[in-house]
């Protein structure tokens, strides 16, 4: 009775592998049916974030009065020491619309080595720079960013130090961010040029995507960075009704709502 029972409806060439088989093509598709329906809030399936990383006097200066224009909301991660020379001009963007964050290190390393740096210095640091944000602003800072894609100390690496003390960072690994992308580990997408071809075509995939755009100095010997840093957000303004444009955070935080409905 046993043997009839256990074989009962099963086909004696079935097997368990057979069955595998038959499944993993109906979860495939429902996992792409599930992320061909997943979009940004405004329905658009690409979203764009701009990060002024560094505190620099440009950012505080040049950059808000467009962004006012425009009616962008947008990242700042300042280094206190480079905001304290000039706080009268950073105290004006306090209680705005604007998102801030922490980059302490943005003077420091391009490589993400911390030389001579401790684990203990490195927390201590990471928490000045989050209690002086939120002092200085009155606002949580949320996120970390920092040029190079790892943080390193003596050969380790240490980014899950600061993973764990912010809700994203953003490091200088370029590429796109997808679904299956960490908030944590975020990559930026910088603009060298007028004619980049990623911008042009920005927000005509029907892939969901999130693109952060860089800005770090805006003032060189020649101005192009200026009018570059214009010019890219005139362009993403004429194609702003197929995009979702917002903060680093708060596109953090769907993002991670949207991955849970696929997971």
């Avoid at 800072?141 to 809700?167: C, D, M, W, Y």
């Avoid at 997408?189 to 911008?199: D, E, F």
């Avoid at 009704?241 to 409905?261: D, H, M, S, Y």
Wanted: hydrophobic content about 40%; glycine content about 6%.
């Amino acid at each position: 009775m046993r043997g009839n029972w256990t074989n009962k409806g099963k086909s004696p060439n079935s097997s368990p592998d057979t069955n595998l088989g038959a499944i993993f093509p109906i979860l495939e598709q429902e996992t792409a049916r599930k992320s061909a329906s997943i979009v940004w809030p405004n329905k658009a399936k690409c979203a764009v974030s701009f990060a002024y990383i560094g505190g620099l006097q440009e950012h505080a200066d040049l950059a808000p009065p467009i962004l006012e224009q425009l009616g962008f909301r947008a990242s700042f991660y300042v280094d206190p020491d480079v905001v304290l020379e000039d706080a009268i001009l950073w105290k004006r963007l306090a209680g705005s619309r604007h998102e801030f964050g922490c980059s302490p290190f943005e003077s420091q390393t391009f490589d993400g080595n911390l030389f001579g740096w401790t684990i203990p210095a490195l927390i201590e640091e990471l928490n000045l720079a989050k209690d002086f944000v939120e002092e200085f602003f009155h606002t949580e800072p949320l996120g970390l960013a920092h040029r190079s894609a790892e943080l390193t100390i003596a050969g380790k690496n240490v980014s899950l130090i600061s993973q764990n003390l912010f809700k994203h960072v953003v490091t200088g690994t370029e590429g796109v961010n997808r679904l299956s992308s960490n908030v944590k580990n975020l990559a930026t997408t910088p603009v060298l040029g007028y004619s980049s071809n990623w911008l042009a075509d920005l927000g005509q995939s029907n892939e969901l995507s999130w693109v952060i755009i860089p800005f770090r100095r805006l003032f060189t010997e020649s101005n192009a960075s200026i009018l570059l840093h214009r010019l890219v957000l005139e362009n993403i303004n004429q194609k702003r009704k197929n995009l979702w444009i917002a903060p680093v955070g708060e596109v953090a935080g769907e993002f991670q709502r949207l991955r849970q409905l696929v997971d």
